[in-house]
């Protein structure tokens, strides 16, 4: 089921709420021009699954997925341009075990844990 992020909101234990229930399915966020710029996935009010965000024109902005809240595997982001910006592999424990950044003409700027 995929709901619009206004028919949600945050209940008093931090879940994602829609009616009276915590919300499994997805939540799309809206951009001024009607297109779908924030895409996420619950899990009985918890974020769990892919996350995407894009800029207002339709270009991916970032995406990965999360394990009941925590970021897990390979997550990415993208400069307006296109060109991938950040790697990162989440670890253990969701912290980063790697991490690349680019500058937006495709230059690696940092490489680390």
Known sequence: MRVDEKETYVGDDLRVMHGDEPFTGEVAAM???????????????????????????????????????RNVGEWRRWHK????????????????????????QGNLTEEGP
Do not use: M
Request: hydrophobic share 25%; net charge negative; with cysteine.
């Open 31 to 69: 951009g001024p021009e009607g297109n779908i710029v924030e895409l996420a996935t619950y899990f009985d009010g918890v974020p769990h699954g892919p996350q995407i965000i894009w800029y207002s024109n339709g270009q991916k902005k970032q995406e990965g997925v999360r394990d009941y809240g």
């Open 81 to 104: 341009n296109g060109q991938l910006a950040e790697c990162t592999v989440f670890g253990d424990h969701n912290l980063p075990a790697s991490r690349k950044r680019w500058d937006d």
